[in-house]
């Protein structure tokens, strides 16, 4: 089955600095790559995502690459602000309807 | 807009009790997904359902866990016997057809 690994587990942060978490996947048709954001004591929240047919995606502040050759996507916040501080799941699915999930990346944002 | 809603949000139960854990989808939505993360880890899937269907259950225990989405009322995720691995987070989301997943609050499962 597919497995998705996930980078950094821990990152730190200055307000204003740019944060990146780096997933890869194994299964080659995997075409969907969502992002959630979970707070504590809360469900994860989808913030962004891209399909295969895409390379890169861009929300505000937010966007994520996908390299489909290399089987890794990227998460990139720029302009770090302390409420994006949370725990950010990286997720990949193939064709069938299972999101499988990274491990984790909790992300600190120090003012 | 009411989102995924889930409850109980938390719940404490002896071993050996059974657990029901509730999961109403978005509107507009008729697909619900099961997913439980343990301490410190991903969330891993259970069960896919539509309305009256088990789709996949590739990722549920085979014994103790069954899961349901009636025509009418929530979904429910039911666990009989509980034991204390069974301790965690359930998370239901739910989408349209094959988009995007969006998720509930949570129950917190505890058993002791």
């Known amino acids: 089955g597919e497995n998705v690994e996930q980078h950094p587990s821990t990152l730190s942060v200055q307000e204003g600095d740019s944060a990146v978490i780096k997933c890869t996947y194994s299964d080659s048709a995997s075409n969907y790559f969502p992002w959630y954001k979970q707070e504590l004591g809360k469900g994860p929240q989808l913030i962004i995502d891209i399909r295969s047919n895409v390379g890169e995606k861009k929300d505000q502040r937010i966007a994520v690459t996908l390299n489909k050759t290399a089987k890794h996507f990227s998460l990139h916040i720029t302009e770090t602000q302390p409420e994006d501080s949370a725990v950010y799941f990286c997720a990949a699915r193939n064709s069938g309807y299972a999101l499988n999930f990274g491990k984790g990346t909790s992300l600190l944002v120090t003012p | 807009n009411a989102g995924v809603m889930q409850n109980p949000r938390h719940l404490v139960r002896r071993r050996g009790q059974e657990a029901r854990l509730r999961c109403s989808p978005m509107?507009?939505?008729?697909?619900v997904y099961w997913y439980r993360q343990l301490p410190e880890e991903g969330l891993k899937f259970m069960v896919y359902l539509q309305k009256e269907n088990i789709i996949d259950e590739s990722g549920m225990p085979k014994e103790r866990f069954s899961a349901e989405f009636p025509k009418e009322g929530p979904s429910i995720l039911r666990i009989q016997q509980v034991v204390r691995g069974d301790s965690a987070a359930y998370f239901c989301?739910?989408?349209?057809?094959?988009?995007?997943?969006?998720f509930g609050p949570g129950t917190r499962l505890t058993v002791t």
């Open positions: 509107k507009g939505h008729s697909h």
């Open positions: 989301a739910s989408s349209r057809e094959n988009y995007e997943q969006y």
